[in-house]
């Protein structure tokens, strides 16, 4: 069984980093991702990631900030976010997908329950 265990979200103020974990138990998979969702808004994508490596895409508007890594020996990964905007809020999953690397939220079978991010000004 599949299952993605977050952690790491929190209350920091602008310009403050956060580190996001998230441990995949199961099996490992070809891409994993993490998204976030404000309220009223649309998911979307932050970051892909090939598992074997050599790929990881951004979201334009968050490239230089956020930095995606991984653990391949925990099968964890993780999201740094640097110098954290007042319109970075929101609740931030990570999720896994047997497709190939891509931004599409629909390609990801298994999610995370999500971490709030909260940023105050």
């Known amino acids: 069984q599949v299952q993605l265990v977050e952690s790491g979200g929190g209350l920091v103020q602008a310009g403050e980093s956060l580190r996001l974990s998230c441990a995949v138990l199961?099996?490992?998979?070809?891409?994993y991702g993490w998204f976030r969702q404000a309220p009223g808004k649309e998911r979307e994508c932050v970051a892909a990631m090939r598992w074997s490596g050599g790929l990881t895409l951004y979201s334009d508007s968050l490239k230089g900030r956020f930095t995606f890594s991984r653990d391949n020996a925990k099968n964890t990964v993780y999201l740094q976010m640097n110098s954290l905007k007042p319109e970075d809020p929101a609740l931030y999953y990570c999720?896994?997908?047997?497709?190939?690397?891509?931004?599409?939220?629909?390609?990801?079978?298994?999610w995370g329950q999500g971490t709030p991010v909260t940023v105050s000004s």
């Open positions: 199961g099996r490992t998979f070809n891409t």
């Open positions: 999720a896994v997908s047997s497709s190939a690397v891509q931004s599409r939220a629909s390609a990801y079978a298994y």
